[in-house]
């Protein structure tokens, strides 16, 4: 489980369930949790900046926030069991 802040202000934005080893490119809305699933763009609740676009990841049909490069930060945080 990652815990997912945002670069700018370190406001946390989300905890992610990542799929697979390599960078952080996307995040699918199915895998987040603690975020209100829209189809708005990804944006900082504090600071209020842009973090990601939503699309959809064409591949699997599955919605998805394609990720700013250097827009987030993600620390590893234990999962509750």
Known sequence: MLSITC???NAAICHYQKDGPGM????YL?????????TNDL?????????GS????E?????AYRLFVG????AI?????
């Open 71 to 74: 827009s987030v930060n993600k």
């Open 54 to 57: 939503y699309m959809i990841y």
């Open 7 to 9: 670069a700018e202000c």
């Open 43 to 51: 944006m900082c609740p504090n600071c209020k900046r842009l973090l």
């Open 77 to 81: 945080v234990k999962a509750a069991k």
């Open 24 to 27: 952080l490119r996307r995040m």
């Open 30 to 38: 199915d895998r987040m949790n603690t975020h209100n699933l829209t």
């Open 59 to 63: 591949k699997e049909n599955r919605p």
